[in-house]
C-alpha cells in the first residue's frame, strides 16, 4: 500500500476540507500511525492558525505538533518563486515532508486553498511540490456554479495538466456536482495524453446546501462579530440575508426563511420586530441578527430583550457600517469549523455514500511503487551524507569548480574535505571567489609527511608489473594517485575526481591501488537518471567495454544494490534488441544466459530480460510485448549489454529528455572513488561527492 497521498484541487471552493475528512477517516480506520501536512498554507493573520490543519488536528487527535504540519507561507513561498530561490522552496517542503515520512505509517497532504491573488501562480506550484514529492494524487474539482457538461470538461483538463506534469493520479472526485437533470457520471473518465489514454476511476459527491451555507457561528470569525443573546442559535444556516433600512411594517414583508437580518445597531424597531417574527406563526424563522456599526440598542432595549428567554434568535454585533457589514457577508467562506460535530458527520456520511471506499483502497494497492523524485533523491543525497560525515579528498582543489562545490558542501555540513594542490595558490583563489572553506583541510601533497610511506606501499604493490621506486616517486607526485593512496591507509574515506582529469586517469589508480570488494570480479559504474519526474539507473555505461555473461550477470547485481542503497525500488531490465524468446544471436544470447545467472545468485531480485528497453519503461507496450511481467513498463535499473550501448543510450537519453546525468558512480571497489565528467557542473559536483560520502557509510557499516 502507498505510504503517502497529495489531495490537491485547482480551483478555490471545491469543498476539498469534506474530501479530507473522508480521506483520514478511511485511513485510520487501517493504517496506525498517520500524519496531516500541507506544505502551503495561507499567511497567518494575528495569530491564527491553518483551518483545515487545526480541523483535523482536532477532529482526529492526531499526536502532532502544529508547527510540523506544514512548511511555509504561500506568501514565503511566492517571495522564494519571485527571488529565483524555488530550490530552497522544494527543499523546504521536502525537508518537512521526509521527518513526517521517517516517522509516521502514512502522510496525508493537502494542496493549497486558491485564496491568493494568482490561482495560475498557486495551481503551477502544487504540480510542481506534488511531482518533487513524489507522492499518488487525488484531484479533487468542483462543480460549483458550473453545468454538467462544463464540470465533467475542467475535470479532463485538470487531469490531462496533472498527467503532463508526470503526477500518478489515482483518482478524481467531482465534488459539490449539482445536475438537476439527472445525467449519468461515467464511473471512469478516459483522459487523452502524448502517449495515449489514460483511465482515471472518479467519484461524484453531489452540492449539500448545508455545507456550503455558513453558520451564524461563521460571522464570529469571518466578520469578526461580538455575540450579545441567542447563543444556543449559533449553529443556526444563513440561507441568505436582508438589509433592513426601511420602516418594520415595510421591512417585515421582505423576511425568508434563514435570513440573516442586517440593520444599523440603533434600529431598536428592526430589532424588536425581527424577535418577534420568530414567535409568531404568520412569519418564516430567521437565522439571526447582525447590528452594524458597533452600535448597542438602548439600555431599555436590551433590558427588555434579556427578559425574554424564550427567544433562540442569536445577536450579534460588528463594528463596519452596514454596507461594508453586506459586502463582506457576501464573500464570506463557509467552513466545516474543529468541533462542529454535526456538518463533520454531514461531510463523512456524504463522502461514505458516495465513495467507494473499497474500490478507493484497491486504488492504493494497486498504484506504481512510491517514485524516488529527482528532488527528493538530490535533497537525500546531502541529508544521508551529513547523518554521519565522511572524509573526501577531492585531488583537483585548483580547480574553481571544485572549490566552489567545496563551499556548498562545507556549508551543508555533507561531508568533511580534503582539498590538494599548492596551499599558497588554493588559499589565493579562495579569497578572490569569495568563498568560504575554513573547515576544509587544504594540504601540498608533495610537501605530505606520509609521501615516503605512499612511495614504498604503491612500489610494493605494483612490483610485480615492473615498476621501480623513481616510477612510485612519480606516480605519488601525482594528486590523483596520491589521494587514492590516502583511501587506501584511511587517511580519508573516498575520493572524488575527473573536472580536469579523464575518466581512465581517474579510476586507473583504483583499480592499482584499493581493487575490488571481495567476492567482486570487476568494476562497474552507474548513472543516476534524473527525469522530470523520476531516478532512473543505467549501467554500465562508463567501465566494461565487452562484459562477459558472467560480468553482465555481476553488475545487474551490483547495480541493483547500488539502487537499493539510494532509496531506489530495484526492478531491473537486462537490455537487448529482442524482448523475451523473440529473438536469436550471439548478442541477445549472451543476455540471455547472463539473466539466468543473476537469477541464480539472486532469485528475490525482480529482473527481466532480454527485453527492449521500450518495452522495459513503457506500460502500455509492456502489455503487448512482455503481459504479466513483473519488471516489463515498470523498470527501474536498466542494464545494457556493452558500453558501446551503455554510453550512448545514457547520453541521447539526458540530452533529448533534458536529464541530470549522476555519475558515472562506481560499484565493486573495496572503497569508493568516483569520476566526474570533465563538463561537470558545481551541483554535479556537489552530488557526487555526497553520492560518495553515502558509499563510504556503507564501508563504515560493513
Known sequence: MQRSLYIMAQEPRSGKSAVVLGIMHLLMSSIPEVAFFRPLIEPEAEGRRDHDIDLVLNEFKLDMAYEDT????????MNLVS???????????????????????????????FLGPDHNFEYDLNLEIAGAMGTPVLAVTSGFGKRPDETLETTRLTLEAMLQAELDVLAVIINRFSDPDGHEVPRELEVMTSSGPVTIPAWVIPEKPSLDKPTVADLIDGMDAEPLYGAEGLDALVDCYVVAAMKMHNFLGYLEPGALVITPGDRSDILLSSLVSRISGN???????????????????????????????????VKTPTYETARRIGKLRSRINPGDQRR?????????????????????????????????????????????????????????????????????????????????????????????????VIMDHRKSPHLDKYIDTYLELRRHKGIVRDDARDAMSDATYFATMMVY??????????????????????????????????????????????????????????????????????????????GIEPLVAMVSYSSGASGHGEDVDRVREAVAIAREKAPDLPLEGPIQYDAAIDPTVARTKMPGSRVAGRATVFIFPDLNTGNTTYKAVQRAAHAVAIGPVLQGLKKPVNDLSRGCTVADIVNTVAITAIQAQQVDAQ
Do not use: W
Open 283 to 317: 412569519y418564516p424563522n430567521i437565522s439571526g441578527i447582525l447590528l452594524t456599526g458597533g452600535l448597542l440598542p438602548e439600555k431599555s432595549i436590551r433590558r427588555l430583550i434579556e427578559g425574554c428567554i424564550e427567544f433562540p434568535t442569536p445577536v450579534l454585533t
Open 70 to 77: 506544514y512548511a511555509c507561507t504561500l506568501d514565503e513561498a
Open 344 to 440: 463533520i458527520a454531514s461531510a463523512l456520511g456524504l463522502f461514505e455514500t458516495h465513495v467507494d471506499a473499497k474500490a478507493l483502497k484497491k486504488q492504493f494497492q494497486a498504484a506504481k511503487p512510491e517514485r524516488i523524485t529527482p528532488k527528493m533523491f538530490e535533497f537525500s543525497l546531502v541529508q544521508r551524507a551529513r547523518s554521519n560525515r565522511q572524509r573526501v579528498v577531492l585531488p583537483e582543489g585548483m580547480e574553481d569548480r571544485i572549490l566552489r562545490a567545496a563551499d556548498i558542501l562545507l556549508r551543508r555540513d555533507a561531508a568533511d574535505l580534503i582539498l590538494l594542490g599548492e596551499e599558497e595558490r588554493i588559499h589565493n583563489r579562495i579569497s578572490q571567489l569569495g568563498l568560504r572553506l575554513d573547515k576544509a
Open 489 to 566: 591507509f584511511d587517511h580519508a574515506d573516498a575520493m572524488v575526481s575527473g573536472s580536469i582529469n579523464t575518466t581512465a586517469h581517474t579510476i586507473r589508480p583504483a583499480f592499482e591501488i584499493i581493487k575490488t570488494q571481495p567476492g567482486a570480479t570487476i568494476v562497474s559504474s552507474v548513472f543516476f537518471m534524473c527525469l522530470r519526474s523520476r531516478v532512473l539507473v543505467f549501467g554500465d555505461c562508463a567501465v566494461n567495454p565487452n562484459p562477459t555473461a558472467p560480468q553482465l550477470a555481476e553488475i545487474a547485481i551490483q547495480s541493483a544494490h547500488t539502487a537499493r542503497t539510494f
Open 83 to 113: 527571488s529565483g530561490r524555488e530550490d530552497q522552496l522544494i527543499e523546504k517542503v521536502l525537508s518537512r515532508f521526509s521527518e513526517l515520512r521517517e516517522k509516521y505509517d502514512f502522510v496525508l497532504c493537502e494542496g493549497s486553498d
